[in-house]
């Protein structure tokens, strides 16, 4: 520090026409200066918080739109599922029951105007084949040959633990002997097309089939 005062002391001589300044002035005037940097990098260390809280704000908030969307539409479907359902079980209109999913871990369900214990366990079903219909992607099939054949082993093992696995299997020749020989195994029941369906019968041909 007192070789840079010294300097700025000897370029101020040089100059002539401005008065010789005391080592005191300068020192402080140097230390007016740092403490205006230190602030300003304060300062642009708030504002850049302050941006960073901003666009936090708005993320939650985009977040929580996205999430309040994607929940009315989730909502709208089953609904207008279990509803397809509920008029296939009366000939004449009933309420059908309702699911409002308030957040993403908030829901109530219900029937409108009929508590019943048989209306309840009918809204459960409904719902339970209402998610059926609209579940799309199947797990099993969107994971990697060798990984469901060590999951095949694993539910082979949870027979030991006394408590029942369905398992809905497609395709097994496309997996190895091991897995294959598990499959075959454990096998209760094998459909096909042509006579071996479910019933002897494809319930999605013929005049009096349900569009659901």
Not at 144 to 160: G, I, N, P, W
Not at 165 to 179: N, R
């Amino acid at each position: 520090m007192e070789s840079r005062l010294t300097a700025l002391n000897h370029d101020l001589q040089e100059l002539g026409s401005i008065p010789n300044l005391s080592s005191e002035f300068l020192e402080n005037y140097s230390k007016l200066i740092a403490t205006i940097n230190a602030l300003k990098e304060q300062n642009e260390a708030y504002l850049k918080e302050s941006s960073l809280s901003k666009e936090r704000s708005e993320a939650d908030a985009d977040l929580k739109r996205s999430t309040e969307d994607i929940l009315l539409d989730l909502e709208g479907k089953i609904n207008n599922k279990m509803r397809k359902f509920n008029n296939i079980l009366y000939p004449d209109i009933r309420k059908a029951p309702q699911i409002n999913l308030r957040a993403y871990n908030s829901y109530s369900f219900y029937t409108p105007d009929d508590d019943g214990t048989g209306t309840k366990f009918k809204g459960m079903i409904l719902f339970d084949l209402a998610i059926l219909y609209l579940t799309n992607s199947l797990l099993l099939s969107n994971i990697s040959y060798q990984v469901t054949e060590a999951l095949l082993t694993l539910y082979d093992r949870a027979k030991s633990l006394n408590t029942q696995v369905f398992l809905a299997f497609d395709k097994a020749s496309s997996y190895a002997i091991e897995a294959n020989q598990l499959l075959s195994e454990s096998t209760v029941l094998r459909l096909s097309s042509n006579g071996n369906e479910l019933y002897g019968i494809s319930w999605n041909k013929g005049e009096n089939s349900y569009e659901v």
